[in-house]
């Protein structure tokens, strides 16, 4: 398989707009190149899958860790397992850090989709200061750290890397930048090191390829672009442009 391309739609794309979206979108890539995953907010999860016309796994943005119970607005990784959800991205930066969620609760949230059957796309990175304090490795090597038991029984799951002072605000780590953060993911993987890792922060079509082609960078979340189906169409083909360079998966 190739490289991942995967579209977190945030808080964004009600059920009509997700339909106008999957209208549009026909991206030209060879089969197999490219994995095309999208998550959009719960309530589209449905309009998305009927109306996507290419091959696409679709998950959600986020999950409770208990299966049920009185936790007014939050969703059960079972029930979205039961909504045809496949993927879930666990301990986004915005979880980690505008909804207070620490390590502990993400690899709870980890735990969780693997029981359901999900596949958990875990996000992890450093803020600015961390990393300007020269704390990179070690932010790194403790929230993987934190989620490696949770997953350890899963039959896939991802790690995404997204520095978070590139999320959102135009910021991008150069290939290099991301090379070495993930080589240092990929290190505290341990037995799992051969899990895809993907990079986000202000991916864009013009970035997309070198980003991908960087060793160690298995693909993509994009946040902003990934709203737009002909530039998210444009990054997807970027994905399948893109070399593949990864010790561990491909020796
Ligand atoms: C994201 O939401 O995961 C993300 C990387 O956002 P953006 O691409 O907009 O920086």
Redesign the pocket.
Known sequence: MGKVVAG?W?MHHGPVAAAAFFSRFKPRFAPDSVEILFFPPDLSLAASMETAAVPAGFGVQNIHSAKEGAFTGETSAEMARGAGARFALIG?SERRHVFGEGDAEVSAKAGAAVRAGLIPVVCVGELLGERRAGHLEQVLRRQVGAIVEAVAAASRFMVAY?PVW????GETATPGDAAEAHAIVRSALGELASAPILY????KPGNARSLMSAPDVDGV?????SLDPDVFGRIVEAGAAAESVNPVREP
């Open positions: 977190n945030k986004h997204e590139a999320i959102g605000t986000g922060g202000s991916v979340l994009v946040g902003g672009a």
